[in-house]
């Protein structure tokens, strides 16, 4: 068997989100978010599910740092609730907020783990989405000041800084297809939405360059980059706008290379861009962040205006109905590696993968095990693509697991498990998967696949 060989310095991570996990929505004088009023909306997350208490990680953070450091990783992605820190999205400022982000830091920081702190994972205060949201230009300055009390606030205890988790879902999710908060169907909103989460992030870099801070700061796409379904040139055609549509009208003017002219050109004028706005968006990061579950093959379909993508018959899925397409990360891996090169004069753009793991249906043993055999298998094809890629020069610098624990899986509330360590939703018992097993050999250097 071959053994898995990463580099010494590779940064092995878990991550998470804030109401994926904290719970405790009332608690510590925290404000509405829109997954809260979304949770309420009848018929919007399964079983009208939410994140009230989730995982309960706002008060068992000593216990989940504890199991991270008990299993070798070295790096804790976690995001801030922008609800905890400004209950109102803008003004005062909740110091309860701050101080559990500093408690949290600091047991990581005892436990000896790197702190990946992403400054907005979609819990979105809700006075700002009255407004408007992502779809009022107005955000991109509430964010900043969000960004700026972060910085100032949480700059000595953060390692890593993440800007935005997955524009993508952010605009196309929340406003185009309406399957996550706040839920709308609206072509126009989306892209607006998508051209305000882009400045918000670049607002956010050019304060912190402002600081003087010394820890890295990037940005987490879920880049989608489907391969063709044949090699017709139509087909060829439909992946190159899917990418552009879903994939490059994110990245593209984040590395400076405004939008592309396959999307100004299908949507005239719904991109709403102002004089300075691709400059304020291309500001200069530290590194990547890709978020890759899965790709698709994408074909030419007239009925679809985004063209349309499919799982080929043939592969493997998740308990999520996701392809395994190990194969999809090794494009996606090169593609970024070659459009990221050179930008921002820099050599190479370090790159990590910051979410990457599967649901499945784990069972707790009457042993108190659970033998996630399809998630190690999963775990070991994609991780094997990331040490082909480093071999091959793709700057790739680290790896964090989709997810520490189950936790709340947005519209899918409980009932999709893409944790390493099992939770009892009724007791909030944590049990460590094989998963857990697997990758704490992995990172000892003993992986193997
Ligand atoms: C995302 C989000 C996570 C999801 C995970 C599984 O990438 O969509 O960052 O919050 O829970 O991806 O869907």
Not at 4 to 31: C, H, I, K
Request: aromatic letters at 14%; glycine letters at 8%; a negative charge.
């Amino acid at each position: 068997m071959e053994k898995m060989v990463f580099p010494t310095d590779f940064l092995w991570g878990t991550a998470t989100a804030s109401y994926q996990v904290e719970g405790a929505v009332r608690d510590g004088g925290r404000g509405e978010c829109i997954w809260d009023t979304f949770s309420r909306k009848p018929g919007a997350v399964y079983a009208g599910e939410n994140g009230n208490v989730a995982c309960d990680q706002y008060n068992r953070y000593p216990e989940d740092a504890a199991l991270m450091a008990d299993l070798g990783f070295k790096s804790y992605r976690f995001s801030i609730a922008w609800p905890r820190i400004l209950p109102e999205g803008r003004g005062k400022v909740n110091k309860e907020g701050i101080a559990y982000y500093r408690r949290l830091c600091d047991e990581l920081h005892k436990n000896g783990i790197h702190t990946c702190a992403t400054i907005y994972h979609w819990d979105l205060p809700q006075p700002l989405e009255d407004e408007g949201g992502w779809t009022n230009r107005s955000i991109v300055e509430a964010f900043e000041e969000y960004a700026k009390i972060c910085y100032s606030e949480l700059g000595d205890v953060v390692d890593m800084w993440i800007t935005i988790n997955e524009p993508y879902c952010i605009a196309y999710l929340g406003y185009l297809h309406g399957v996550h908060a706040p839920g709308y169907r609206d072509q126009k909103k989306a892209l607006a939405a998508a051209h305000h989460v882009n400045m918000a992030h670049g607002a956010a870099v050019k304060e912190y360059r402002k600081t003087g801070l010394k820890a890295p700061i990037g940005i987490t796409w879920n880049p989608i980059t489907p391969r063709p379904a044949t090699n017709k040139p139509e087909d060829r055609e439909a992946a190159d706008f899917s990418r552009a549509f879903n994939t490059e009208i994110f990245i593209f003017p984040c590395l400076g290379k405004g939008y592309p002219e396959i999307l100004t050109k299908s949507f005239p004028d719904l991109i709403p861009v102002k004089s300075g706005d691709l400059e304020l968006i291309a500001q200069p990061v530290d590194f990547l962040g890709v978020n890759f579950y899965n790709d698709y093959a994408a074909a030419a379909d007239s009925g679809s205006p985004y063209k349309h993508s499919f799982k080929p018959p043939w592969q493997d899925t998740t308990a999520m109905d996701w392809p395994v397409t190990p194969a999809g990360l090794e494009r996606q891996l090169l593609w970024l590696a070659e459009v990221s090169k050179g930008v921002f004069g820099k050599a190479e753009m370090p790159i990590y993968i910051t979410e990457n793991g599967c649901a499945c249906d784990d069972i707790v043993t009457h042993k108190g095990r659970v033998h996630d055999k399809e998630r190690v298998k999963y775990l070991q094809l994609h991780l094997a693509v990331c040490a082909d890629v480093i071999k091959r020069g793709v700057p790739l610098k680290g790896y964090y697991v989709w997810s520490l624990l189950d936790n709340f899986e947005w519209a899918y509330g409980y009932t999709k498990r893409f944790g390493i360590i099992h939770v009892d939703f009724k007791t909030l018992k944590r049990t460590p998967k094989d998963s857990a097993y697997f990758l704490r050999d992995t990172i000892a250097g003993y992986g193997e696949w």
